[in-house]
């Protein structure tokens, strides 16, 4: 598979790569299979169910489910937009055309019971399902929760960094190969940009756009640029007074297509570098903005909303409500940092294979 790749060898031969590999080869299976492996199916993995929250992870609830969600490849994308309705019990009795069931009630020594007509309910079903790890103050199921909040800081990823990537790239390489006046102002932009703090930026651009998912992912991108357009300037300085590239003008070809077709190629490893680590810099400014109240708009699962939710929790026999959202923003952003030592060290002419 990697015969033709060797930087691809050394990074799996690498042990942070291959650790980073892992982690970020295990994120995005989660985000394509997403609601197919979530217990809570419904959008957003957002099925309130109060009588149960803040349930210990492990717990394990019986419920009377009422209904049945239509059956749709949406729903594989998207989530059930219609759930079936869900009531957590402790016991139920049939009694002819009744059935009789006691609510649960967290423990207490009260309870409370339901009748329902067996003919009015139809289709019913008993059900017992086990919270993993718990469930939020609204009685979300947690794990659903962090595993669709896995799509959001990928897509924040993949899209800033494009974003970041294009602009960069292409400011980077006009300023560095037309120089002059172009590389001027090309130059005074960035110093602009560089010198206002990341997240007081892309909190400006995000009050700008609006409160939104893809106004974020812009947000992010366009704060991200500066260090791309920097590195693509000055190596584009050398390459430009390469033979090849002297010999390129000689047989009057014209400076776009010298631009990427002879010298663009050659940033190739840079760029490489720079979009690992751009990645793991948008998932923290994501988080960052999520727990600022300036992210995704709610219901939509986001570690750094979670993180928010219940950061008040962590003085209590709570914690991992804010705990668990931390430690997969850690381990995610940890994976790219790693796969960029990797990457350093798998282009470094001076280390050996």
Avoid at 222 to 251: N, T
Wanted: charged share 15%; proline share 4%; hydrophobic share 50%.
């Amino acid at each position: 598979m990697f015969k033709n790749s060797p930087v691809l060898r050394k990074i799996f031969k690498h042990p942070l790569g291959l650790i980073g590999m892992v982690i970020i080869l295990f994120c995005v299976v989660i985000s394509i299979l997403g609601y197919a492996i979530t217990p809570d199916k419904t959008k957003h993995a957002n099925a309130i169910n109060l009588p149960i929250a803040l349930l210990k992870p492990g717990s394990k609830i019986q419920f009377l489910e009422i209904g049945e969600a239509p059956k749709s490849f949406g729903n594989f994308i998207n989530g059930e937009t219609e759930s079936v309705k869900q009531i957590a019990i402790t016991s139920y009795q049939l009694a002819k055309d009744t059935l009789t069931v006691d609510l649960y009630n967290g423990g207490l020594a009260t309870s409370l019971k339901e009748k329902y007509a067996i003919s009015k309910i139809q289709p019913y079903r008993f059900i017992s399902k086990t919270f993993w790890l718990g469930t939020d103050g609204l009685g979300r199921d947690l794990l659903s929760r962090l595993l669709i909040g896995t799509r959001i800081s990928l897509s924040v990823g993949i899209v800033s960094v494009i974003l970041s990537l294009l602009i960069g790239t292409l400011l980077g390489l006009m300023a560095g190969y037309f120089r002059g006046i172009t590389d001027h102002i090309i130059s005074w932009l960035m110093n602009v940009i560089w010198s206002l703090p990341t997240m007081l930026l892309v909190v400006a651009i995000s009050f700008a756009l609006g409160k939104g998912f893809w106004q974020i992912f812009i947000a992010i991108g366009l704060s991200s640029w500066v260090e791309v357009a920097r590195v693509v300037r000055g190596q584009v300085f050398s390459i430009r007074e390469k033979e090849y590239i002297q010999a390129a003008k000689v047989l009057g070809f014209g400076s776009w297509r010298i631009m990427f077709k002879h010298i663009l190629p050659n940033l190739k490893s840079s760029l490489i570098v720079l979009a690992v680590a751009n990645f793991g810099s948008a998932i923290l400014l994501e988080s960052g903005l999520s727990f600022l109240g300036l992210g995704v708009s709610p219901p939509t699962p986001s570690w750094g909303m979670m993180i928010k939710e219940y950061y008040a929790y962590i003085m209590f026999d709570s914690a991992y409500l804010a705990i668990i959202p931390g430690l997969a923003i850690m381990a995610l952003v940890m994976a790219f940092n790693f796969i960029g030592i990797a990457l350093r060290d798998a282009l470094d002419i001076n280390i050996k294979s």
